[in-house]
């Protein structure tokens, strides 16, 4: 199961911020924050995990919980190596997780 399942208010905040209420073991409510910019990079325009500062060079950062709930996809603009500007996107629940009410990164 991924995070979303177990969340609420989730939200991405100033570009690279995941927050939200993660339920821990107990089905208590916690705040929880990781900073996408630790474990995701941007690479002649595309998202790649295990990178860094991808919001550096993203602009129209937006979260939504889409395909009936099953995808925490984040979406931005990103530039390639030539400076041209695509729309991408990456599920988070890839390798994002909760971990007892805190996000885990996998």
């Known amino acids: 199961m991924t995070f979303q399942h177990s969340a609420e208010n989730i939200r991405v905040d100033d570009g690279h911020i995941l927050r939200a209420s993660l ?5 208590d409510l916690q705040d929880a924050e990781i900073d996408l910019n630790n474990h995701i990079g941007c690479v002649d ?22 395909a009936g709930g099953q995808a925490a996809v984040l979406r931005a603009s990103l530039s390639d190596s030539q ?8 599920n988070l629940g890839e390798r994002i997780s909760n971990n007892n009410g805190s996000f885990a990164y996998n």
């Open 23 to 27: 339920r821990n073991g107990n089905g």
């Open 45 to 66: 325009g595309r998202f790649v995990w295990d990178g860094q500062n991808f919001s550096q060079s993203a602009e129209n950062v937006q979260f939504n919980i889409e």
């Open 83 to 90: 400076g041209n500007r695509e729309a991408r996107d990456i």
